[in-house]
């Protein structure tokens, strides 16, 4: 299994959970579990927690799709709390954020922006832009890249900051949708950008 376990548990019964990003330390948010959930946590390499309200145990991800993909586990020093490192894919919150506590940073519209033109997939054509862009395969995607990139570099020059904001946002948007044309996920690009950290974090 590509994680470990660095400290078991020591507490019975149902224990809080503190579920955080592996790559960015960011809280994602907080829930329950007990042995039951967090065996199957270790078992299957997803996050699995215990629902209180419900009473059962619920994995992560099981209707929307956003499952979070285990890095690390651990326990505090008393035991009684555990810590989830996670990659997630997709919004960790129900409200569709990327966590629970409100956050709208970079590193998190991305994945929400990147869940969104999926589930543009399939759309009607005609009353949705993304849905029109990926129903001719990546060619369309990609003519619009080219073009926003060129816009983006001309308001680098001669725009405002207002201007170069705008036309970067475009361009980002637009590579999301050349990714999704190819069905290549947003989390492959991360992962390049994480391992040429690590190189050029060794190389240093």
């Keep these: 299994m590509a994680w470990v376990t660095d400290r078991r548990p020591q507490g019975a019964g149902l224990l809080p959970v503190v579920v955080q990003d592996a790559d960015d330390g960011t809280v994602l948010m907080l829930a329950w579990a007990n042995a039951e959930a967090l065996a199957a946590t270790e078992r299957t390499g997803e996050a699995h927690f215990w629902s209180r309200s419900r009473d059962r145990l619920w994995r992560k991800?099981?209707?929307?799709?956003?499952?979070?993909?285990?890095?690390g586990i651990a326990a505090d020093c008393d035991g009684d709390a555990i810590l989830y490192r996670v990659r997630p894919r997709g919004p960790a919150c129900h409200e569709g954020t990327r966590t629970c506590f409100g956050e709208t940073d970079a590193p998190g519209i991305l994945p929400e922006l990147a869940t969104l033109i999926d589930r543009r997939r399939g759309a009607d054509a005609a009353s949705s832009y993304t849905a029109s862009l990926l129903a001719g395969g990546p060619r369309r995607p990609a003519e619009k890249v080219v073009e926003e990139a060129g816009e983006t570099a001309g308001a680098a020059l001669v725009g405002t900051d207002d201007e170069l904001a705008g036309e970067a946002a475009d361009l980002l948007y637009h590579l999301l949708v050349?990714?999704?044309?190819?069905?290549?996920?947003?989390?492959?690009?991360?992962?390049?950008?994480?391992?040429?950290?690590?190189?050029?974090?060794?190389?240093?």
């Design 61 to 71: 991800g099981h209707t929307s799709g956003n499952v979070m993909l285990m890095a």
């Design 178 to 204: 050349l990714l999704a044309a190819r069905e290549v996920p947003l989390e492959r690009v991360l992962a390049t950008l994480r391992a040429r950290r690590a190189q050029a974090s060794e190389s240093a």
